[in-house]
């Protein structure tokens, strides 16, 4: 179909063209992508599908050679092991509960001690002095926090931190362990707290401009501007990285080892001497001379691996009924 011309009055006329001569314009300006550039698109696309096939195959791996080696275990001990409330591989009985009970404690403990810090960080980095030395040291820092070896707080906490919570329990009028699940909170909380932290400054900096200009205009404070602008809008970012924090938290070994005093008695408060199921495994794999009691440990890394599946399973819920609001 001919396009069509329109008067525009005097001598002056404008031609329109039609919807096929546009069509054939822009097939004739059509760049072809040389079949290089399309091989390696492919080759790429086809990396990624195969890269995400074997983090899938790993962690099935993992599980799967948890579960063979919990056999004996799982025969000899059946479901009862989970709250079993006594381990002694003496007479060989085993029972997670204590442990289980000692990991979820520190954990949440030390989330519940870290948060506060984290979001203070994060706010500050994020919103208050995003540039600048001091940003720049606090930053390197924190992410300094994150990078020294587990160890390290493991000795640092040994003598710093149990004399600091001897004394605290003296005033209490507790016994004064100083080791136990307080002080193995207390290096946790120190050890997480940069992950919060930093997933949490890089989403408060995405927050749009505009929204936060437009809360100002309306006469808001700063403070009224990140409660009610910049938390909401970055609320799923933040319990990611709760999560990512809280995951931290329930697999780490050594510093936890050095000081949560490592007795397999259930704790009555949480200044008492515990153990938690990644520390039992640690100070007993090379003693497990019986294969019940080598399996009963390798249990141990099993509850411990679902444990975190289901934890990060629910706080996945949570971040997608907490983004849909």
Do not use: C
């Not at 525009?8 to 919807?19: D, E, K, Q, T």
């Not at 069509?23 to 004739?28: P, Q």
């Not at 602008?229 to 933040?238: D, E, W």
């Not at 329930?250 to 009555?268: R, Y």
Request: proline fraction near 5%.
């Amino acid at each position: 179909m001919p396009g069509k011309t329109i008067s525009a009055g005097g001598n002056i006329s404008l031609r329109v063209p039609s919807y096929h001569e546009i069509m054939e314009k822009l097939r004739m300006k059509k760049i072809t992508r040389p079949y290089k550039q399309i091989k390696w698109e492919g080759f790429f696309k086809r990396s990624l599908v195969i890269i995400a096939l074997v983090m899938i195959i790993l962690v099935l791996g993992i599980f799967l050679t948890l579960v063979v080696q919990s056999v004996p275990s799982l025969k000899a001990l059946g479901v009862k092991y989970l709250w079993g409330k006594t381990w002694n591989p003496v007479t060989n009985v085993y029972g997670a509960y204590p442990f289980l009970l000692g990991t979820l404690l520190t954990s949440f403990l030390a989330l519940i001690i870290s948060i506060p810090f984290s979001f203070a960080v994060a706010i500050y980095l994020g919103e208050y002095n995003s540039k600048g030395w001091l940003s720049n040291l606090l930053k390197n820092t924190v992410e300094l926090i994150a990078a020294v070896p587990s160890v390290i707080y493991g000795f640092w906490a040994f003598v710093v931190l149990v004399p600091i919570v001897r004394s605290i329990e003296i005033k209490l009028g507790v016994v004064p362990y100083g080791i136990g699940i307080f002080t193995a909170s207390l290096v946790l909380a120190i050890m997480i707290i940069p992950y919060a932290a930093s997933i949490g400054r890089e989403m408060i900096k995405i927050v749009p401009q505009s929204l936060k200009e437009g809360a100002y205009s309306l006469g808001a404070t700063r403070y009224e501007v990140i409660k009610s602008v910049i938390l909401p809008y970055t609320k799923s970012g933040l319990f990611a990285g709760i999560l990512l924090s809280l995951g931290r938290a329930l697999g780490e070994t050594m510093a936890v080892t050095m000081v949560i005093g490592n007795t397999s008695i259930i704790p009555n408060s949480i200044f008492a001497p515990g153990n938690t199921m990644a520390s039992v495994i640690a100070n007993q794999f090379t003693e497990a001379d019986r294969s019940v009691y080598l399996s009963a440990l390798i249990e141990l890394g099993l509850v411990l691996f679902l444990v975190t599946v289901i934890i990060n399973m629910i706080g996945k819920r949570i971040i997608k009924r907490v983004t849909r609001e």
